[in-house]
């Protein structure tokens, strides 16, 4: 048995290639992807380190190009979720009970694995099956989950070192147990180091794990699996089962040893799992801990005294890198009346450069939304721009599925400040702008706080400091990330701790020592040296 004191490396942030012409990174990308499509895989369910396959078979296409077929997978239902379950609780006692420096050192290998040798096949993967730019590949599937895996292991050592005071003739201490049962993880399509965090987190603190990725984003959370199993991950920690939601995780929330969920997704989808659990929370074991990011309407606030340049760069890359498709893109903006008509002209200068289509024409700024459903709804809200005399379409607004499921950068005019552009989650490339009178600053903030229910991200561009200060103050409740001078969005692990309140989610700060504490159940633990052996007390004499 390992008896040294085991230290975690000091974790750095993974350095972001650049995949500029010419560059040994771009050349291995290039030849991945290329690989990929002509190579289709078939993706398996793994429950308690097995590959299972059912023949229920469900393409995975690309979004930019929906007539290509990367592969297949193989779609589980309930049946398949109760397997999972007894597969993660087969394993949960000897997981839980291996030293906490042997979990980490799996996730640290993990780390290693991706950086080099995983690098190109994940960032192909999200590609691929997410339409991501390989820049929007590279900061999410290669450095963020990168930084998740070496910076939480670090998390846990500070959790772990979290000990009480002790006094004299008594020692004092605490140990973080993982939860009781099992956790179900349920991940998003838009970012991949999401779908690789949110399962390994709480497996990182000795719980076991059913994994429901998004049924668009398949192929990349199959090559997570492979990268973990790589680095020694043991049967049944983490079991994968893609399928449907309505199918898949109900039989997981009706269990009584379910121990907790680990969310990110629509804030409709939340609040229906919340309803599901509390409405008869009696029956489980123990209280189910209940983790979720939701969704965002996320701002951009002018003032008068902002750099316009800066502005300009913000709105464009905040609002349509990843076609919108970021829980933290700027989604509405405030814009004074004095300045309006310069920063229109600037933006409308810029966004006929952007370039939109296939994402391995690495000339491309954007690549299409994610699917029919989402192409359908963005495109449901553009045409009410169309149509309602309180919008101004000021550019954009065309939309074509014949190829892939592409959407122009759309920037629309609202005279209305709580019209449902404003206030609406779209999740897409569509920004709405309003504009205040400039003396009408501190009342413009207010409107912005009130009009959305989410709190999630949001930016104030100033150079005067009272006005940063200002915005600072009364938007205090409406974005859990908030940024000054820059775009809402590229939180970084460790720099950034995510997350938001309101409709936006519980606000547990991935990235972050927080988030770990929820999958842990503190136990402390009192030690008297020399106890008393009388029972009564010296105010009795």
């Known amino acids: ?20 012409p010419g560059s040994p990174e771009r050349a291995e990308l290039q030849a991945k992807l290329q690989e990929m499509m002509e190579n289709p895989v078939e993706v398996p369910m793994i429950i308690g380190g097995k590959e299972i396959r059912n023949g229920n078979l469900v393409d995975m296409r690309c979004p930019h190009n929906h007539h290509r077929v990367l592969g297949h997978y193989h779609q589980a239902d309930s049946d398949y979720t109760h397997q999972a379950i007894a597969a993660a609780l087969e394993a949960k006692h ?3 009970a ?34 991501k730019t390989c820049h929007q590949a590279e900061i ?19 959790v772990y070192g979290d000990q009480p005071l002790s006094t004299k003739g008594v020692l004092n201490y605490m140990e973080h147990r993982p939860l009781e049962g099992f956790i179900l993880a349920l991940t998003p399509f838009n970012f991949t180091s999401i779908a690789g965090n949110l399962p390994t987190a709480p497996a990182l603190m000795g719980n076991t794990v059913v994994w429901k990725p998004a049924s668009a984003a398949v192929l990349p959370a199959y090559y997570i699996m492979k990268v973990l199993q790589e680095a020694g991950m043991p049967d049944g920690v983490i079991n994968l089962i893609p399928g449907p939601g309505p199918k898949v995780a109900p039989p997981a929330l009706d269990h009584l040893d379910l121990g907790g969920i680990h969310f990110t997704g629509s804030t409709y989808v939340f609040s229906t799992i ?177 009009t959305s229910p989410y709190g999630l991200t949001g930016s104030i561009f100033a150079l005067d400091r009272s006005a940063i200060v200002k915005a600072m103050t009364v938007l205090r409740q409406a974005a859990g990330n908030f940024y000054v001078n820059d775009k809402p969005t590229g939180a970084i692990v460790g720099q950034q701790p ?28 009192k030690e008297t040296f020399i106890p008393p052996t009388q029972w009564r007390y010296p105010y009795m004499g």
């Open 1 to 20: 048995m390992f008896n040294g004191i085991f230290r975690i490396p000091e974790p750095q942030n993974e350095p972001i290639l650049s995949y500029a």
């Open 94 to 96: 000897t997981w839980a």
């Open 98 to 131: 291996m030293p906490w420096d042997a979990r980490a050192i799996i996730l640290l290998k993990a780390a290693e694995l991706l950086s080099t040798r995983y690098r190109a096949t994940l960032n192909a993967a999200t590609m691929l099956n997410m339409s």
């Open 140 to 158: 999410d599937s290669a450095c963020e989950l990168i930084d998740f895996w070496r910076f939480n292991p670090h998390f846990m050592e500070e």
């Open 274 to 450: 919340w309803l599901s659990v509390g409405s008869d929370i009696r029956k489980y074991h123990a209280y189910p801990r209940i983790v979720g990011e939701t969704g965002g309407k996320d701002f951009i606030f002018a003032h008068v005294s902002c750099d316009i340049e800066a502005l300009v760069t913000a709105l464009i890359r905040g609002s349509f890198e990843y076609q919108g498709q970021k829980c933290s893109a700027s989604s509405r903006a405030y814009i004074p009346q004095s300045l309006w008509p310069r920063v229109k002209e600037r933006l409308l200068d810029e966004i006929p450069h952007i370039g939109m289509g296939d994402i391995c024409d690495f000339k491309n700024f954007m690549g299409a939304v994610i699917d029919k459903k989402a192409f359908d709804s963005i495109s449901e809200y553009i045409q009410l721009a169309k149509t309602d005399p309180i919008y101004e379409i000021l550019c954009g607004g065309n939309c074509d599925a014949s190829m892939g499921y592409f959407i122009e950068p759309t920037i629309v005019r609202s005279l209305e400040p709580k019209s449902r552009l404003m206030t609406e989650e779209i999740f897409g490339p569509v920004l709405t702008v309003f504009v205040y009178p400039d003396e009408e600053y501190e009342a413009a903030l207010d409107l912005c706080d009130k």
């Open 498 to 525: 995510f997350g938001g309140s309101r409709a936006s989610g519980t606000n547990d700060k991935a990235g972050s020592w927080l988030n770990l504490e929820r999958w842990v159940s503190p136990r402390t633990i």
